[in-house]
């Protein structure tokens, strides 16, 4: 009974003073509460237009024909791109295309009409500005449809036909309908900012922590915690203190971000929040363990900024959400296996994004389990090392502190 007692005062101990820190630590308050609070409501901002609209294009038109004519006036008309101009050659569509006055251009060549006319198939150059993929995809799926459209009327107007119905038919013998699964608006922002949240949750922790874990080797901190880790048991209560204080705050920052900013600018929120709680409470008890980890690591609280920022984009990539999952190389997904946002990216998308529930996501949820109770034992392994290094210095200090005072008697 004495033992249970003293291991929850110690951890209790441990969770009091680790609040502490953080509360007066300007640069760790910043990456736990402004960071996560702020970061989201900005990236949500700048995404919530879903899709680009009037991409600027420059028309080479050669044929000068009414059909010409026609293509140019219904792409002008769609909501995705905006005729700027025309240009006399390529050449000078090219130099509105270097100096992105333009992101695209239409070819109409010379023999378009006169293809037409002699039932042969006539083409359209699109050539885009493909540093930009939303604006490409405006551009050339607004010539694909504009051009699809054209034809169909060609066809129904060559064609000797009675009814309007007979038209409809020679025109789409098949009546495709298209539904965008998981995605209704096709935005831009529903597809990728799920993804973004869940990572921000790992990323803050990680900087937070290593902040944290910088400053106290900076001021030598560790040997507060001798008298606890007096024993082997010592570790688990310094860890699970210290875990209980990021968990406490970001038990609330992570309702907040996948049940609050999904819901303020309408991106596709189906999943059930008890499921969510369930799955996100190994994700966050990983991304803590892992980033008591990675902090073992951080010598200066500058150093841990630069990492994070360097590998945040690439995380993002080994996710398998921008970047097809198949199309990983095998050794680059081993690399993503190491990192929590992996599965807690994937998991949390089939959930709230496709309305999956707890067993469709059973192989991550396991993995989450998995990976936090290996970073948990990294941990405490690494926070003993600590302490042993702390002791050993505080050894030193009385030897040399004893060896003094010998001196000058």
Same mark, same amino acid.
């Given at each position: 009974?004495?033992?249970?007692?003293?291991?929850?005062?110690?951890?209790?101990?441990?969770?009091?003073?680790?609040?502490?820190?953080?509360?007066?630590?300007?640069?760790?308050?910043?990456?736990?509460?402004?960071?996560?609070?702020?970061?989201?409501?900005?990236?949500?901002?700048?995404?919530?237009?879903?899709?680009?609209?009037?991409?600027?294009?420059?028309?080479?038109?050669?044929?000068?024909?009414?059909?010409?004519?026609?293509?140019?006036?219904?792409?002008?008309?769609?909501?995705?791109?905006?005729?700027?101009?025309?240009?006399?050659?390529?050449?000078?569509?090219?130099?509105?295309?270097?100096?992105?006055?333009?992101?695209?251009?239409?070819?109409?060549?010379?023999?378009?009409?006169?293809?037409?006319?002699?039932?042969?198939?006539?083409?359209?150059?699109?050539?885009?500005?493909?540093?930009?993929?939303?604006?490409?995809?405006?551009?050339?799926? *607004? &010539?694909? =449809? $504009?051009?699809?459209?054209?034809?169909?009327?060609?066809? @129904?107007?060559? !064609?000797?036909?009675?009814?309007?119905?007979?038209?409809?038919?020679?025109?789409?013998?098949?009546?495709?309908?298209?539904?965008?699964?998981?995605?209704?608006?096709?935005?831009?922002?529903?597809?990728?900012?799920?993804?973004?949240?869940?990572?921000?949750?790992?990323?803050?922790?990680?900087?937070?922590?290593?902040?944290?874990?910088?400053?106290?080797?900076?001021?030598?901190?560790?040997?507060?915690?001798?008298?606890?880790?007096?024993?082997?048991?010592?570790?688990?209560?310094?860890?699970?203190?210290?875990?209980?204080?990021?968990?406490?705050?970001?038990?609330?920052? *992570? &309702?907040? =971000? $996948?049940?609050?900013?999904?819901?303020?600018?309408?991106? @596709?929120?189906? !999943?059930?929040?008890?499921?969510?709680?369930?799955?996100?409470?190994?994700?966050?008890?990983?991304?803590?363990?892992?980033?008591?980890?990675?902090?073992?690591?951080?010598?200066?609280?500058?150093?841990?900024?630069?990492?994070?920022?360097?590998?945040?984009?690439?995380?993002?990539?080994?996710?398998?959400?921008?970047?097809?999952?198949?199309?990983?190389?095998?050794?680059?997904?081993?690399?993503?296996?190491?990192?929590?946002?992996?599965?807690?990216?994937?998991?949390?998308?089939?959930?709230?994004?496709?309305?999956?529930?707890?067993?469709?996501?059973?192989?991550?949820?396991?993995?989450?389990? $998995?990976?936090?109770?290996?970073?948990?034992?990294?941990?405490?392994?690494?926070?003993?090392?600590?302490?042993?290094?702390?002791?050993?210095?505080?050894?030193?200090?009385?030897?040399?502190?004893?060896?003094?005072?010998?001196?000058?008697?």
């Amino acid at each position: 009974m004495n033992r249970i007692s003293e291991a929850i005062h110690d951890t209790c101990y441990i969770w009091w003073d680790e609040m502490k820190q953080v509360v007066k630590d300007e640069g760790v308050l910043i990456f736990f509460i402004l960071v996560p609070l702020l970061y989201p409501l900005l990236y949500s901002w700048i995404y919530n237009n879903e899709v680009v609209r009037d991409v600027p294009v420059v028309v080479v038109d050669d044929c000068h024909s009414p059909l010409s004519r026609q293509f140019t006036r219904q792409c002008d008309a769609s909501p995705d791109v905006k005729v700027l101009s025309y240009a006399a050659d390529m050449d000078e569509a090219q130099s509105l295309l270097s100096r992105q006055v333009a992101r695209g251009i239409y070819y109409i060549p010379s023999d378009f009409e006169t293809r037409i006319n002699r039932m042969e198939q006539a083409t359209i150059g699109v050539y885009c500005d493909m540093s930009l993929m939303l604006a490409y995809k405006a551009i050339y799926m *607004t &010539a694909r =449809l $504009v051009s699809l459209e054209m034809g169909a009327d060609i066809q @129904t107007k060559l !064609g000797q036909h009675f009814t309007t119905r007979d038209e409809q038919i020679a025109a789409k013998p098949l009546q495709a309908e298209e539904v965008a699964m998981y995605n209704p608006t096709g935005g831009y922002g529903s597809f990728i900012i799920p993804a973004v949240l869940i990572l921000i949750i790992q990323q803050t922790l990680v900087l937070g922590i290593g902040l944290s874990a910088g400053t106290a080797r900076e001021r030598n901190r560790y040997r507060n915690l001798i008298p606890i880790s007096r024993h082997y048991n010592g570790m688990f209560r310094i860890v699970g203190g210290k875990a209980l204080c990021y968990f406490m705050i970001y038990a609330v920052l *992570t &309702a907040y =971000l $996948v049940l609050v900013v999904p819901r303020l600018f309408g991106f @596709t929120s189906i !999943g059930r929040w008890d499921q969510l709680a369930v799955f996100l409470l190994p994700y966050l008890l990983d991304c803590i363990f892992f980033g008591m980890v990675v902090s073992c690591m951080v010598r200066y609280r500058e150093n841990v900024m630069l990492l994070v920022v360097f590998i945040s984009i690439p995380l993002l990539f080994l996710t398998g959400v921008s970047w097809p999952q198949s199309s990983i190389p095998g050794f680059w997904q081993g690399i993503s296996w190491l990192f929590p946002s992996t599965f807690g990216v994937r998991g949390f998308i089939r959930i709230n994004e496709m309305g999956g529930t707890l067993s469709d996501v059973l192989p991550e949820y396991q993995v989450l389990w $998995v990976q936090g109770l290996i970073y948990f034992i990294i941990a405490c392994l690494v926070y003993r090392y600590q302490i042993f290094l702390a002791r050993q210095d505080a050894r030193e200090r009385l030897s040399n502190i004893q060896q003094a005072s010998s001196q000058e008697e």
